[in-house]
């Protein structure tokens, strides 16, 4: 493979000479961060922690998980890395089967959704880019479905998160 001979690269956020010391480890066996009926989450790499150019999260659904409906973002991208089992995964086309290995990118304002159908658990990682403070979506979503109406749609639109079915026509 050729490479052209000027690669363009992000400007420099370091300025220094030697680098520093500033990386951070979490070890395998840290406890997930949440632990709601039929899952988990583990933040692995946060809004915070990152400095806001990346948020990684781990996330466990049980069998017959519902996972999450048809949604977009307008300010960040988010990617689905599958650990172990299969996920559906609506690619804002069809939905598509994805098991251990495969990898879905969703660009800013792409249509997606995902939801586990199967009898077994499955385990992926979501990246989103730029980072973004997840944790409190996270945290509340299944309390705010639970109120639903109108101040599940705005915790939603709070978190960046436009479900197709809050805009549809007759929808609260």
């Known amino acids: 493979m050729s490479y052209p001979e000027y690669l363009k690269y992000p400007e420099p956020r370091y300025h ?3 680098g520093e010391v500033s990386a951070s480890f979490r070890p395998a066996n840290t406890p997930p961060d949440i632990s709601p009926p039929g899952g988990s989450t583990h933040y692995l790499a946060t809004n915070d922690s990152t400095g806001g150019e990346f948020g990684l999260y781990k996330v466990e659904l049980g069998a017959r998980s519902a996972g999450a409906r ?3 973002h307008k300010a960040m991208s988010e990617s689905f890395y599958i650990l172990s089992g299969e996920l559906e995964l609506y690619n804002g086309e069809r939905w598509v089967t994805g098991r251990e ?3 879905l990118y969703v660009p800013v304002g792409g249509l997606h959704a995902f939801k586990n159908t199967t009898d077994e658990p499955t385990s ?3 990246l989103f880019s730029p980072g973004a403070p997840r944790e409190e979506y996270f ?3 299944a309390e705010m479905t639970q109120r639903g109406g109108e101040t599940l749609k705005q915790f939603r639109i709070r978190h ?3 479900f197709t079915e809050d805009f549809e026509h007759g929808a609260e």
């Open 124 to 126: 992926m990682l979501l």
């Open 16 to 18: 220094g000479t030697k």
């Open 160 to 162: 960046d998160s436009y």
């Open 139 to 141: 945290e509340r979503v």
């Open 101 to 103: 290995g495969d990898f």
């Open 70 to 72: 048809t949604h977009f």
